[in-house]
């Protein structure tokens, strides 16, 4: 004799003994529909159903079958033949997005990820192992603290040269400003930051990383030693002269929030420049203009305060005289001043100007100008060498041998080492006066 299996919930196990009271006339209805937190009437309904049906009626009539709300498995074929063909490597969350911002699909990211999952499309990332870190709050004013950091990553695949992304994000709202560079260095860095004070003004202070172009491990030079300062590099030193506080952090998770918007670039940012098709910097920073105040609106985050603390740059301020490279050089005695292997004489020197120290700022298209004690000073580069005479070599007849030198025996050198010159004895006027026998 075959036994028929019925699967059935928790729940409606539990509502299916409570009935079984209802029957044996130990619970009543009204009490049974409490217990059940059902209404009276659909009790009444469950009741007429088991005593018809039997105990498997309190199964859920949807159960095995096809929900009437499925996608059909033609349209679910079609759309996995696009992600794989047009959005191949795409997340679920940017392929559902995707899908319907170019072929107006519209589909949920969920279902997007397992029909993905079950393709083998995705891989489920497992986040067991890793490390936790205490986490800090946002600052509540916008401009109170940005995080400035710089990303290496293939941005344009293999269709262009390699990239790095000057990022800048506010930890408050967390609007991200960037511009892809060749490299991470003081001229990427005194660039973006200016672009981004030209936009937004002076933040109250900057949370980077202590890469070479923002902190150094040299000792303090003896200018630096005698104002009481540290050592410091160009970047730092502009942003002290800005006003602007550093904040230099022990760990990349210190400044997550920077951090996570690059991994997210990292995802979102290369696969669109892909779809753009951009393959060289220019059309790479042309293509961030349109694309990061999409990105902001999507991800920014709405500040606790509505004050904005970043300060307007002040109309006295000469940005060139900071955003450069920056030095003091000694005056020489004859009023020229060396940089770099490069000679520069002084024009209309004054006579208070010798052994003293003036500035050399360089700008980064190679532009040099000397400013001593706070005012230009005009000078001239020196290119002409003197050529230094060259010896003619002798003959090999006329070639002497070296010698070493061998002073004569009266030198002053050899008096020293001379025997004492002894006095000479006298003939005594007796000449019959015989000496004492003593």
Request: aromatic residues 8%; positive net charge.
């Amino acid at each position: 004799m075959s036994q028929e299996l019925i699967q059935m919930s928790r729940t409606e196990m539990e509502r299916l003994r409570i009935l079984h009271r209802v029957f044996d006339h130990e619970l009543t209805q009204k009490k049974a529909s409490e217990l059940m937190e059902v209404t009276d009437r659909h009790l009444r309904r469950l009741v007429k159903r088991i005593r018809e049906q039997g105990d498997t009626a309190m199964i859920h009539r949807s159960r095995g079958r096809p929900s009437s709300r499925k996608i059909p498995e033609v349209r679910q074929r079609r759309i996995l033949k696009l992600v794989e063909s047009d959005y191949k490597g795409f997340g679920p969350t940017l392929a559902a997005e995707k899908l319907w911002e170019c072929q107006k699909i519209r589909i949920s990211r969920e279902t997007l990820r397992q029909w993905m999952v079950e393709a083998d499309l995705w891989k489920v990332r497992s986040r067991r192992g890793q490390r936790l870190h205490q986490w800090r709050e946002r600052k509540h004013h916008r401009g109170e603290m940005i995080q400035m950091d710089g990303s290496h990553h293939p941005w344009l695949e293999a269709r262009g040269p390699e990239l790095v992304l000057m990022g800048y994000v506010d930890d408050a709202t967390g609007d991200f400003l960037g511009r892809f560079y060749s490299y991470e260095g003081i001229y990427p860095a005194m660039d973006s930051f200016q672009r981004y004070i030209d936009r937004h003004g002076l933040p109250v202070s900057i949370y980077l990383d202590r890469h070479s172009t923002y902190k150094t491990t040299r000792e303090p030079s003896v200018d630096e030693m005698l104002r009481g300062d540290l050592a410091l590099t160009q970047f730092a030193r502009a942003l002290k002269e800005l006003g602007v506080k550093l904040i230099y952090a022990r760990s990349p998770q210190a400044k997550g929030r920077i951090e996570r918007i690059f991994e997210t670039l990292q995802d979102r940012l290369v696969k669109e420049m892909r779809l753009a098709k951009i393959c060289t910097e220019e059309a790479a920073n042309d293509f961030l203009e349109t694309y990061l105040p999409r990105f902001n609106r999507q991800f920014g985050k709405t500040p606790l305060s509505e004050s904005n603390l970043h300060r307007p740059i002040p109309k006295d301020l000469c940005l060139k005289d900071i955003f450069c490279i920056k030095e003091s050089r000694h005056i020489a005695q004859d009023y020229t001043v060396r940089w770099k292997n490069r000679t520069f004489r002084i024009q209309k020197p004054r006579l208070t100007m010798k052994r003293q120290r003036l500035l050399v700022l360089e700008q980064f298209d190679g532009t040099v100008r000397m400013k001593f004690q706070g005012r230009d000073v005009a000078f001239v580069e020196i290119t002409d060498k003197i050529p230094r005479p060259t010896a003619q070599p002798m003959a090999r007849t006329e070639r002497s041998r070296s010698r070493a030198y061998s002073p004569p025996p009266q030198h002053p050198w050899r008096r020293r080492f001379l025997p004492p010159k002894r006095r000479p004895i006298l003939p005594s006027s007796n000449q019959h006066e015989q000496p004492l026998p003593f």
